[in-house]
């Protein structure tokens, strides 16, 4: 844990940033001076020292161990032994990252400037935890009771949930995961979380909003007790009888719905089957009566072909957005208070993610009328926070150590994020504008720091590929201070591909990715064509494309490693989760590149995943495919499920048994085809897990068991937990 102290370059009197940090994934909230506004100009910064808070307890390894009170970075040094890259020692286990690494998210500040935000813990099944730290520097403390509550702030809207708590100067509203009800929770008066929405009502919450003057909550509803599919509405929840009422419907889906300043106008956004939010949406206001009823409906953004989203109102009124017209990238526009759009700024970068889960909120509009946004730049590693006048177009960025960002948040002039670097993990830190002063560090003592030396540093790499076109990878070389590699060996490579489709692969602290680069194991994280981040134009490569675009530029970044002399050719494996299971099996089914593989809860069966997924993704397909049936012999075709002869090389299957999105019986179905066939293959169930796995005992084992099937496969040993049980390997060689 570390303070910082931003200072901005020019006049000594000038005001200094502070950059707080507040929460490492394992770590105490530091106390804090009230602040102001960030200054203007381009910020320069102390680095922290790189490297992970982890516990003393982390298995040894053949690295040197620390000392009580030292950390390992000041250990000394030892000339590195000569082992076959995948076979290296690390002291990043699949334990340090489960007990080490907690999903941080959605920071927000309460009306009264206490700050809050949600951690992912998977030492407790997975739960997300609501946290606060009181303003004027108090202790963060939980909120959440815990793990025998069974409270796990969490909705299912959507499935992939989002905006899943707000907040009053009193009270806390969130969705509950087991029941989808929503809670409130007394900030002052104590006492656990109470319903406020009925039982067995089938309703789902999301991305909500108070409206104090009326005593409701404006929210997205998902009502699931048709038995058909999912109606979707803005809703509003009384606060003090739970009843429900639908302000806007007939639209499929609904996001964003964000009530002006003084409460008389109402923003959302809306979109209809077959898009996507990133591909056609509409930005809509009414304007609110007194009693909460809605009138005069109106478009203001969103023609045909134009993603439009994150609506927010600024101090004055003027409703601020995220558009992708006219220039194909997702920039500010305004709609004044005289009723014209505007664009604030065109550049060729992204202010928006997709919109896969609700609460983004890149972006803030300041009472001087500047907004502070986070966007992410094409030709730069990362993402930049930068202060952006509507005025002058000026955008200055803030120079910190980091290089990805969360959502920012601002009130009480202060701003929380999220953020970290390649080599930072994620935080919760705090920016202020403060008088330059000397703040005191905090470290418990029984944590050490992981020696940068182990850690790999990505680069940004533009590859050929088919049509004469370019894609893009971050590829991080092996890294480890204590091995190093025989004359003439050269890594296995691990090619990860990021789900969505519609993604990205960014360049944030992956302690999972360091686990493999500290092995000895090159990696390259793909962002073939149809990634975000790049512009609509790149996007757009995978419509209709789906199965054949991100292969051909998932292969063409392993050959291009391959023929630079950087990884070795016999030894070029493949994994990806969700729709990057996916292409991991088309790669293996379609193409003679990689030697071995690994599905993550992935797609098998295209056209089953096109008639038996929920709502939100049931026309995804029509876009990255076509339509179902009328594209059926496409789906047939692209479908790993169908091509089992083009199986040769091994692979492995990780899956949750309560997977909604990709249905287990896929994986089961591949795994015994491929093992009828004498292919090499495993599969690995996981009780209690969904779309992704949470649990720590589960995240141990996909990882550990994944290196373990590689090492079978291609012939090396790794060193494995002591505690690990080899998964089972079909068809494996003797004494496998």
Same mark, same amino acid.
């Given at each position: 844990?570390?303070?910082?102290?931003?200072?901005?370059?020019?006049?000594?009197?000038?005001?200094?940033?502070?950059?707080k940090?507040?929460?490492?994934?394992?770590?105490?909230?530091?106390?804090?001076?009230?602040?102001?506004?960030?200054?203007?100009?381009?910020?320069?910064?102390?680095?922290?020292?790189?490297?992970?808070?982890?516990?003393?307890?982390?298995?040894?390894?053949?690295?040197?161990?620390?000392?009580?009170?030292?950390?390992?970075?000041?250990?000394a040094?030892?000339?590195?032994?000569?082992?076959?890259?995948?076979?290296?020692?690390?002291?990043?286990?699949?334990?340090?990252?489960?007990?080490?690494?907690?999903?941080?998210g959605?920071?927000?500040?309460?009306?009264?400037?206490?700050?809050?935000? %949600?951690?992912?813990?998977?030492?407790?099944?997975?739960?997300?935890?609501?946290?606060?730290?009181?303003?004027?520097?108090?202790?963060?403390?939980?909120?959440t009771?815990?793990?025998?509550?069974?409270?796990?702030?969490?909705?299912?809207?959507?499935?992939?949930?989002?905006?899943?708590?707000?907040?009053?100067?009193?009270?806390?509203?969130?969705?509950?995961?087991?029941?989808?009800?929503?809670?409130?929770?007394?900030?002052?008066?104590?006492?656990?979380?109470?319903?406020?929405?009925?039982?067995?009502?089938?309703?789902?919450?999301?991305?909500?909003?108070?409206?104090?003057?009326?005593?409701?909550?404006?929210?997205?509803?998902?009502?699931?007790?048709?038995?058909?599919?999912?109606?979707?509405?803005?809703?509003?929840?009384?606060l003090?009888?739970?009843?429900?009422?639908?302000?806007?419907s007939?639209?499929?889906?609904?996001?964003?719905?964000?009530?002006?300043?003084?409460?008389?106008?109402?923003?959302?956004?809306?979109?209809?089957?077959?898009?996507?939010?990133?591909?056609?949406?509409?930005?809509?206001?009414?304007?609110?009566?007194?009693?909460?009823?809605?009138?005069?409906?109106?478009?203001v953004?969103?023609?045909?072909?134009?993603?439009?989203?994150?609506?927010?109102?600024?101090?004055?009124?003027?409703?601020?957005?995220?558009?992708?017209?006219?220039?194909?990238?997702?920039?500010?526009?305004?709609?004044g208070?005289?009723?014209? +759009?505007?664009?604030?700024?065109?550049?060729?970068?992204?202010?928006?993610?997709?919109?896969?889960?609700?609460?983004?909120?890149?972006?803030?509009?300041?009472?001087?009328?500047?907004?502070?946004?986070?966007?992410?730049?094409?030709?730069?590693?990362?993402?930049?926070?930068?202060?952006?006048?509507?005025?002058?177009?000026?955008?200055q960025?803030?120079?910190?150590?980091?290089?990805?960002?969360?959502?920012?948040?601002?009130?009480?002039?202060? +701003?929380?994020? +999220?953020?970290?670097?390649?080599?930072?993990p994620?935080?919760?830190?705090?920016?202020?504008?403060a008088?330059?002063?000397? %703040?005191?560090?905090?470290?418990?003592?029984?944590?050490?720091?992981?020696?940068?030396?182990?850690?790999?540093?990505?680069?940004?790499?533009?590859?050929?590929?088919?049509?004469?076109?370019?894609?893009?990878?971050?590829?991080?070389?092996?890294?480890?201070?204590?091995?190093?590699?025989?004359?003439?060996?050269?890594?296995?490579?691990?090619?990860?591909?990021?789900?969505?489709?519609?993604?990205?692969?960014?360049?944030?602290?992956?302690?999972?990715?360091?686990?493999?680069?500290?092995?000895?194991?090159?990696?390259?994280?793909?962002?073939?064509?149809?990634?975000?981040?790049y512009?609509?134009?790149?996007?757009?490569?995978?419509?209709?494309?789906?199965?054949?675009?991100?292969?051909?530029?998932?292969?063409?970044?392993?050959?291009?490693?391959?023929?630079?002399?950087?990884?070795?050719?016999q030894?070029?494996?493949?994994?990806?989760?969700?729709?990057?299971?996916?292409?991991?099996?088309?790669?293996?089914?379609?193409?003679?590149?990689f030697?071995?593989?690994?599905?993550?809860?992935?797609?098998?069966?295209?056209?089953?995943?096109?008639?038996?997924?929920?709502?939100f993704?049931?026309?995804?397909?029509?876009?990255?495919?076509?339509?179902?049936?009328?594209?059926?012999?496409?789906?047939?075709?692209?479908?790993?499920?169908?091509?089992?002869?083009?199986?040769?090389?091994?692979?492995?299957?990780?899956?949750?048994?309560?997977?909604?999105?990709?249905?287990?019986?896929?994986?089961?179905?591949?795994?015994?085809?491929?093992?009828?066939?004498?292919?090499?293959?495993a599969?690995?169930?996981?009780?209690?897990?969904?779309?992704?796995?949470?649990?720590?005992?589960?995240?141990?084992?996909?990882?550990?068991?994944?290196?373990?099937?590689?090492?079978?496969?291609?012939?090396?040993?790794?060193?494995?937990?002591?505690?690990?049980?080899?998964?089972?390997?079909?068809?494996?060689?003797?004494?496998q």
């Amino acid at each position: 844990m570390r303070h910082m102290l931003v200072r901005t370059l020019g006049a000594s009197t000038s005001p200094h940033i502070v950059v707080k940090w507040l929460r490492h994934p394992r770590t105490a909230a530091l106390a804090s001076a009230p602040g102001r506004e960030p200054p203007p100009g381009r910020l320069n910064c102390t680095s922290p020292s790189r490297g992970l808070p982890t516990a003393r307890r982390a298995s040894p390894t053949t690295a040197a161990a620390a000392s009580s009170s030292a950390p390992v970075a000041n250990a000394a040094s030892t000339m590195p032994t000569e082992r076959l890259p995948g076979e290296w020692e690390s002291p990043i286990t699949s334990e340090l990252i489960t007990s080490a690494t907690k999903r941080l998210g959605a920071p927000s500040f309460a009306p009264n400037g206490d700050l809050f935000w %949600l951690e992912g813990r998977p030492a407790e099944k997975g739960r997300q935890v609501l946290v606060r730290r009181p303003h004027g520097g108090a202790a963060a403390a939980d909120l959440t009771p815990g793990p025998d509550s069974g409270l796990n702030v969490r909705t299912r809207v959507q499935e992939y949930g989002g905006g899943n708590y707000t907040l009053t100067d009193s009270a806390a509203y969130f969705s509950n995961f087991g029941d989808q009800r929503l809670y409130v929770q007394q900030l002052a008066a104590g006492g656990p979380p109470q319903p406020v929405t009925a039982e067995g009502s089938k309703l789902r919450f999301a991305d909500g909003e108070v409206d104090g003057g009326r005593g409701r909550l404006v929210c997205v509803v998902e009502d699931h007790s048709g038995g058909g599919e999912a109606v979707t509405t803005v809703g509003a929840v009384d606060l003090a009888s739970g009843a429900v009422t639908t302000l806007v419907s007939d639209a499929d889906f609904y996001a964003c719905p964000r009530l002006s300043p003084d409460g008389s106008r109402l923003a959302w956004v809306e979109w209809t089957h077959p898009n996507m939010p990133w591909d056609d949406t509409q930005l809509w206001v009414a304007d609110v009566a007194p009693d909460g009823t809605l009138a005069g409906h109106r478009k203001v953004a969103g023609e045909e072909g134009e993603s439009v989203v994150l609506p927010q109102w600024g101090p004055d009124g003027s409703l601020y957005f995220v558009s992708d017209a006219p220039e194909g990238w997702w920039n500010l526009h305004v709609l004044g208070t005289d009723g014209k +759009v505007a664009a604030v700024l065109l550049m060729a970068a992204e202010f928006a993610a997709p919109m896969w889960q609700f609460g983004q909120r890149p972006f803030h509009v300041l009472s001087s009328g500047r907004i502070l946004a986070v966007y992410n730049d094409p030709k730069k590693a990362g993402s930049t926070l930068a202060l952006i006048d509507p005025a002058s177009k000026a955008v200055q960025e803030l120079d910190s150590p980091f290089t990805s960002y969360g959502t920012p948040t601002l009130a009480v002039h202060e +701003v929380a994020v +999220v953020a970290g670097s390649a080599l930072q993990p994620p935080a919760v830190v705090l920016l202020e504008a403060a008088n330059l002063e000397e %703040l005191a560090a905090s470290k418990p003592e029984d944590w050490q720091v992981v020696d940068p030396g182990y850690l790999s540093e990505p680069s940004a790499v533009e590859f050929a590929t088919e049509g004469g076109l370019t894609a893009f990878m971050n590829y991080y070389p092996p890294r480890n201070k204590d091995f190093a590699p025989p004359p003439g060996a050269l890594p296995p490579l691990l090619v990860k591909i990021h789900g969505g489709p519609t993604s990205q692969a960014s360049t944030a602290f992956t302690l999972s990715l360091q686990y493999w680069t500290s092995r000895g194991f090159a990696v390259a994280d793909i962002n073939y064509g149809g990634s975000t981040g790049y512009g609509r134009a790149y996007r757009a490569r995978l419509r209709g494309a789906w199965g054949v675009v991100d292969v051909d530029d998932c292969c063409a970044a392993a050959r291009h490693l391959a023929e630079q002399g950087k990884v070795d050719p016999q030894r070029l494996c493949i994994d990806g989760g969700s729709a990057g299971g996916y292409t991991t099996l088309a790669c293996l089914a379609f193409r003679d590149v990689f030697s071995a593989g690994a599905s993550h809860y992935g797609v098998a069966d295209m056209g089953l995943l096109a008639q038996d997924t929920h709502k939100f993704e049931s026309r995804y397909l029509d876009g990255l495919v076509g339509p179902y049936p009328e594209a059926k012999a496409v789906y047939d075709a692209r479908s790993p499920i169908n091509a089992l002869d083009g199986f040769t090389r091994p692979v492995a299957f990780f899956q949750g048994l309560e997977d909604k999105i990709v249905p287990p019986n896929q994986a089961q179905v591949m795994y015994d085809a491929l093992k009828a066939r004498g292919i090499r293959t495993a599969l690995v169930m996981f009780e209690g897990e969904q779309h992704g796995f949470r649990q720590a005992p589960n995240i141990r084992r996909a990882l550990d068991g994944e290196l373990f099937f590689y090492g079978a496969a291609l012939g090396f040993s790794p060193p494995m937990p002591p505690d690990f049980q080899p998964i089972d390997i079909a068809n494996a060689a003797p004494g496998q």
